[in-house]
DNA sequence: TAAACATATGAACATATGTGCATATATTTA
DNA sequence: TAAATATATGCACATATGTTCATATGTTTA
């Protein structure tokens, strides 16, 4: 015999009303590319490293130990879906966070790993 | 002729200090898991699904059009993470949302598509 | 205009990941 | 204890992903 009371399942009603209250197919799919990107070591690096302030691929190549074509690629992962954006200056391709909503995601990450002890 | 003035880079000095300022390799590969395990459409539909209160597999299944072992394989993961957590209610598994920072998270995502049309 | 520099891209390969199927385990009910 | 129910797990396969190498593009300087 057991305290707690057998769990209810809920009627296939409810569970349809539950279904309607999270994001569209469409919707879901954006937010999966964007936790995709965000799944990389190597493109986490470069979200922290441009929170700083605006990077260009030569200073990211410096920073980081990875490959000029790899970290391109990385960075056009990033663009594509408008976490960071380029601006050319001179020769040179400064990256920087595309806005206050990553800004805000990578405080959490920082968070995160600081109340993780 | 340009009127923006060039980019200059930093110095290696200047960049190393600036990796200092990034999470650990450890710390990085953490953050990197969890949002791998967020870029799953079924795992993000579980999570926006829980978070509306615990539910147990049979109810998932319900909700989800996937076969049950894959919904397990899906907790499994989110419960390695620590992103959801079990009950066991007499023959039910009732998973629900692990903490606050998990339901940070969703409603981010939640205001993140609401601001995208 | 040639050379040097900064960045981007494409193809290919190795590895990681998700899912289905079969099946194992655990709990309840008869 | 047998049968039914609820959930978990292992394996295998198809697909996705990241990285490297070679090379293309674009910009500046000599």
Redesign the pocket.
Known sequence: M?DDP??V?ADQESISLLLQSIPSEDELCRIC?IF??L?????LKILFLLSGGGL??????GALD????????????L?QLDLVR?K????????HIADEHVHTLIDMCRKHVSEHE
Do not use: N
């Open positions: 057991t057998e769990h399942c590319d995709g990107a799944q990389s070591e190597t493109r260009c691929v030569k200073e990211l190549e990875i490959s000029q074509p790899a970290i391109s690629h990385s960075l056009r992962t663009r380029v050319k200056e001179g020769r040179f391709a400064v990256y």
